[in-house]
């Protein structure tokens, strides 16, 4: 592990070298609510003053716990709260709406530890932050720095407060049996992301997101709670647009695409965002699947690979599976080059068609495709259900990274077997 990180790979603080590196145009968060004295705060407003030396910032934002007159060099926006929680997802949403990556905060030399705690569990690999603790003279004797253990436990708490998770939409398979089955996928409302391209219930972590761990945790807690599984035990399939699939009680591999199981009360899921969230549901033995297929996994046959993983594993009978695909991008609105849309067009040649964009590109239809694998290997098209295979790019409740870019939300498709 980094000496510089925590046991997740994540930064504890950003070294000096890395501050003095760092651009005279990042963002300015300056901390005048842990200590609102007069004293603390004319001498930060002074260091502020000093380290702007006439540079213009990209934004300024001052941290208050009550109404404060300030007096700056350039405009400067205030967050007001008492709680310091709040300042800082608010700070963190205004940074992230205007794409801002690279910010220093300025606060007393007594909150700076404090300060870097917060802001290793609000923030995320992609903002690159530093704090700078000022050895204020004279600071008030009374004051008391909040307690650093309790950070990760205040964010938690502070996340449950935001949005609203009535919000939480589950889409459900008439065709998988809810006596045996919890089994679902779910649109994007009722999180706690705010950047509009991932808010609000994005359900991955990844290092392109602005996201922190424990906004992802709570996302997946009220998916729980509103579908009725334990997030605690959870587990999705950590893709790599292949084929590869884990089957759980097994060591995993590094990633897999699809994940198997006959174990009752774990939930399993792939992520989706454009690419399809596949369910499959052995009807007779309770073992169930869940497999992402984008066109690679589509084109490698990932959906065959789990529904093979489930025969192989469980004994599985393909005639007894129900399978279930979720939102996935509409073949209209999707285009690949027409070398790597060649083992769909083998499948039915009507499952592209030329793109009127790009010269040797054709349109595909993943969802037809994956519905062709799992015929040809057994399953019986009555068993098979597209009902909740929505175009992720026309339906704006759904995540997509086509329509949407990057950073992207996720959304998921789950499945566990009820004992």
């Given at each position: 592990?980094?000496?510089?990180?925590?046991?997740?790979?994540?930064?504890?603080?950003?070294?000096?070298?890395?501050?003095?590196?760092?651009?005279?145009?990042?963002?300015?968060?300056l901390?005048?609510?842990?200590?609102?004295?007069?004293?603390?705060?004319?001498?930060?407003?002074t260091?502020?003053?000093?380290?702007?030396?006439?540079?213009?910032?990209?934004?300024?934002i001052?941290?208050?716990a009550?109404?404060?007159?300030?007096?700056?060099?350039?405009?400067?926006?205030?967050?007001?709260?008492?709680?310091?929680?709040?300042?800082?997802?608010?700070?963190?949403?205004?940074?992230?709406?205007?794409?801002?990556?690279?910010?220093?905060?300025?606060?007393?030399?007594?909150?700076?530890?404090?300060?870097?705690?917060?802001?290793?569990?609000?923030?995320?690999h992609?903002?690159?932050?530093?704090?700078?603790?000022?050895?204020?003279p004279?600071?008030?004797?009374?004051?008391?720095?909040?307690?650093?253990?309790?950070?990760?436990?205040?964010?938690?708490?502070?996340?449950?407060?935001?949005?609203?998770?009535?919000?939480?939409?589950?889409?459900?398979?008439?065709?998988?049996?809810?006596?045996?089955?919890?089994?679902?996928?779910?649109?994007?409302?009722?999180?706690?992301?705010?950047?509009?391209?991932?808010?609000?219930?994005?359900?991955?972590?990844t290092?392109?997101?602005?996201?922190?761990?424990?906004?992802?945790?709570?996302?997946?807690?009220?998916?729980?709670?509103?579908?009725?599984?334990?997030?605690?035990q959870?587990?999705?399939?950590?893709?790599?647009h292949?084929?590869?699939?884990?089957?759980?009680?097994?060591?995993?591999?590094?990633?897999?695409d699809?994940?198997?199981?006959?174990?009752?009360?774990?939930?399993?899921?792939?992520?989706?965002?454009?690419?399809?969230?596949?369910?499959?549901?052995?009807?007779?033995?309770?073992?169930?699947?869940?497999?992402?297929?984008?066109?690679?996994?589509?084109?490698?046959?990932?959906?065959?690979?789990?529904?093979?993983?489930?025969?192989?594993?469980?004994?599985?009978?393909?005639?007894?599976?129900?399978?279930?695909?979720?939102?996935?991008?509409?073949?209209?609105?999707?285009?690949?080059?027409a070398?790597?849309?060649?083992?769909?067009?083998?499948?039915?040649?009507?499952?592209?068609?030329?793109?009127?964009?790009?010269?040797?590109?054709?349109?595909?239809?993943?969802?037809?495709?994956?519905?062709?694998?799992?015929?040809?290997?057994?399953?019986?098209?009555?068993?098979?259900?597209?009902?909740?295979?929505?175009?992720?790019?026309?339906?704006?409740?759904?995540?997509?990274?086509?329509?949407?870019?990057?950073?992207?939300?996720?959304?998921?498709?789950?499945?566990?077997?009820k004992?």
């Amino acid at each position: 592990m980094c000496r510089f990180c925590d046991n997740k790979n994540r930064p504890l603080f950003i070294c000096e070298d890395k501050q003095k590196q760092a651009s005279m145009n990042d963002s300015i968060i300056l901390d005048l609510a842990t200590d609102a004295s007069e004293t603390t705060k004319d001498y930060l407003i002074t260091t502020l003053r000093d380290k702007l030396n006439g540079h213009k910032r990209q934004k300024i934002i001052a941290l208050c716990a009550r109404e404060m007159e300030l007096i700056l060099p350039q405009s400067i926006e205030t967050i007001i709260s008492t709680d310091n929680i709040d300042l800082c997802f608010k700070a963190k949403s205004l940074m992230d709406a205007d794409n801002i990556r690279d910010f220093v905060l300025v606060t007393s030399l007594m909150m700076k530890k404090y300060w870097e705690t917060v802001f290793l569990h609000m923030f995320s690999h992609v903002h690159n932050w530093s704090v700078r603790g000022v050895d204020v003279p004279n600071q008030p004797s009374g004051l008391v720095r909040p307690e650093v253990d309790l950070v990760e436990s205040s964010i938690k708490n502070y996340f449950q407060t935001v949005g609203n998770p009535d919000e939480v939409k589950i889409l459900r398979s008439a065709l998988i049996p809810s006596d045996k089955f919890n089994a679902g996928f779910h649109e994007r409302c009722g999180g706690v992301s705010q950047l509009p391209p991932i808010a609000s219930l994005n359900t991955i972590y990844t290092m392109r997101k602005p996201d922190s761990q424990l906004a992802i945790n709570e996302n997946r807690r009220r998916l729980g709670q509103a579908a009725g599984f334990d997030p605690e035990q959870l587990k999705v399939a950590r893709v790599e647009h292949g084929k590869s699939i884990w089957v759980v009680g097994k060591t995993p591999p590094a990633y897999y695409d699809g994940i198997v199981t006959n174990m009752p009360g774990i939930t399993i899921a792939a992520p989706g965002a454009d690419c399809s969230m596949i369910l499959l549901a052995d009807t007779v033995t309770g073992a169930c699947g869940a497999v992402h297929a984008g066109w690679r996994g589509t084109t490698l046959g990932a959906v065959r690979a789990c529904l093979k993983a489930m025969v192989d594993e469980y004994h599985t009978n393909p005639k007894d599976v129900v399978a279930a695909i979720g939102p996935t991008v509409d073949g209209k609105c999707f285009d690949l080059p027409a070398v790597d849309a060649s083992p769909v067009h083998e499948l039915d040649p009507s499952f592209t068609w030329p793109s009127e964009s790009n010269i040797d590109w054709v349109h595909a239809d993943l969802v037809k495709a994956n519905v062709k694998m799992l015929e040809l290997d057994g399953v019986p098209s009555s068993n098979i259900d597209t009902s909740n295979a929505y175009c992720t790019v026309c339906n704006k409740q759904f995540f997509s990274h086509r329509r949407d870019g990057i950073p992207f939300g996720n959304q998921i498709g789950f499945i566990s077997y009820k004992a």
